[in-house]
């Protein structure tokens, strides 16, 4: 059951006191539908794996380029850990795309 009146919805809570620190709210039995994670560190992670694994999947690229049929570790194997490194930048990519969207999202309605 909710305290609220039917056709008003609820204000959104701050971020700066809606974390694991600092005050908390009541919850309100909707949390998977308003979760809201630590934008902040999720850009700093995003961030430094987003060119760390970028730079792999060039360097596995090129060793599995340069490598010889007789080579161990195989040039498939290699090409795959490229795909997976590039995958993985990829996501990371979305993920400051996505965190940055939302920031400024914030500081928007806080004017």
């Given at each position: 059951?909710?305290?609220?009146?039917?056709?008003?919805?609820?204000?959104?809570?701050?971020?700066?006191?809606?974390?694991?620190?600092?005050?908390?709210?009541?919850?309100?039995?909707?949390?998977?539908?308003?979760?809201?994670?630590?934008?902040?560190?999720?850009?700093?992670?995003s961030?430094?794996?987003?060119?760390?694994?970028?730079?792999?999947?060039?360097?596995?690229?090129?060793?599995?380029?340069?490598?010889?049929?007789?080579?161990?570790?195989?040039?498939?194997?290699?090409?795959?850990?490229?795909?997976?490194?590039?995958?993985?930048?990829?996501?990371?990519?979305i993920?400051?795309?996505?965190?940055?969207?939302?920031?400024?999202?914030?500081?928007?309605?806080?004017?």
């Amino acid at each position: 059951m909710s305290d609220e009146q039917p056709g008003r919805e609820a204000e959104p809570v701050p971020r700066s006191r809606s974390g694991a620190f600092g005050r908390r709210f009541p919850r309100r039995g909707t949390e998977p539908w308003n979760a809201q994670s630590p934008l902040g560190l999720r850009l700093l992670l995003s961030g430094v794996f987003l060119p760390l694994f970028f730079a792999a999947a060039v360097l596995f690229g090129l060793w599995a380029a340069s490598s010889g049929p007789g080579d161990s570790p195989g040039r498939g194997v290699l090409t795959a850990i490229a795909v997976m490194c590039g995958v993985l930048a990829l996501i990371a990519a979305i993920d400051v795309l996505v965190v940055v969207r939302r920031l400024r999202r914030e500081r928007r309605a806080r004017v």
